[in-house]
């Protein structure tokens, strides 16, 4: 496995980043004790980086992973919506107890968009800042779906990790193109900004041909190291064989590329529009009273499942 070092934050990190929403509740759903020797295989493998957010809601499975393991052996980031003093010290607390850790490794604010979000953020990144003094915070970051917001983070010397969406058909990338993407990523990196990557697969509607969009994204100078979800040992084994450029089994890689994923609404929806709301793709839409979705724009990251308060919405 090879690592990077992540901009000017002190962090040398695996160029495969764990990414955990997909073993936890909001999609594959799989019991804690699963889902952790997960991530100690990926460990056991060389992998030293994983993603994960407070809205995942697997610190547990971290915790469980850690046990036994030298804290340096996992560099963690983490993710909040946290926009005031109170709740970034609420989401700062939580992440430190439920993950049993005595400080993160990098904390950001969850799907930033612009300058004004950023603004508008303020209080709860002036916490995060001083907690970075105090050490329980290594480095300060944002996570992206917007260009906007890459060029807003280059700006500022607060930030020090971007994790913005990257992929070879520019999926899910909320105002711009590709090339708008790489442009801002690579003014980022030149001002010193750690990057790493997410939804490389498109939130797995790309996954047809994995080598070919790992390949794009690994070949961008500017990322250190790309986050791609994991759920299971197959998957796991694949991600590994292409980001070392080893050859994968065919079988294993054929299975993988047909297992298609997509979002479900239960037929008893109640039409209550709060999944529409969340929705910064505009993936989703009302007709009938009943929620809908237009599969060719979702990104499958489950965060409309959060909102929605029957759990009628599932990625399968």
Known sequence: MEYRDLGQTGLKVSRLCFGSLTLS?????????????????????????????????????????????????????????????????ESLEKALKEMGLDYIDIFMLHEQESALTLKGHREAMEYFLKAKDKGYIRAFGVSTHHVECVRAATEMEEIQVIHPLVNIRGLGIADGSVEDMLTAIGKAHYRGKGIYAMKPLGGGNLIENPKECFDFVLGIPHISSVAVGIQSVEELETDIAIFENRPVDPGTESALSARRRRLLIEPWCEGCGSCVSVCSQGALYLKDGKACVRQELCILCGYCAVRCKNFFIKVV
């Not at 889902?35 to 030293?48: F, Q, S, T, V």
């Not at 340096?72 to 919506?81: D, M, V």
């Open 25 to 89: 509740p909001l999609q594959a759903n799989l019991g804690v004790k699963e889902g952790a020797g997960l991530i100690a295989g990926a460990m056991e493998r060389g992998i030293n980086f994983l993603d994960t957010a407070e809205l995942y809601d697997n610190y547990g499975y971290i915790k469980e992973a850690m046990k036994g393991r030298p804290r340096s052996s996992l560099i963690i980031a983490t993710k909040t919506y946290a926009y005031s003093r109170k709740m970034a010290r």
